[in-house]
Nanobody
């Protein structure tokens, strides 16, 4: 059984930074692709960043150069460092774990940009 718990969301001014964390339970973290998704009001959920079991990363174009995904296999935690935040980054951010036998979602954490 896998559980994902996100933390680190909040209200931030444009240009500010936040770091999201996602702690995983279970034994499949090291063999999984971890991803951060987001869903803004009225929009579909989209992939923001992902990191494979081998450490290869991928980002959606709108966050390249601003966001960094990383992970700590020993702690079973994946991070999303978000810099130079923009109002359009406002969304609920979800952690996702995907491995050979399924995928799991966290409950989400709200990131809100203030003007």
């Amino acid at each position: 059984q896998v559980q994902l718990v996100e933390s680190g969301g909040g209200l931030v001014q444009p240009g500010g930074s936040l770091r999201l964390s996602c702690a995983a339970s279970g034994s499949v973290f090291g063999m999984s692709t971890m991803g951060w998704y987001r869903q803004a009001p009225g929009k579909e959920r989209e992939l923001v960043a992902a990191i494979t079991s081998g450490g290869t990363t991928d980002y959606t174009d709108s966050v390249k150069g601003r966001f960094t995904i990383s992970k700590d296999n020993a702690k079973k935690v994946v991070y999303l460092q978000m810099n130079s935040l923009k109002p359009e980054d406002t969304a609920i951010y979800y952690c996702n774990l995907r491995w050979a036998l399924g995928r799991y979602w966290g409950q989400g954490t709200q990131v809100s940009g203030s003007s």
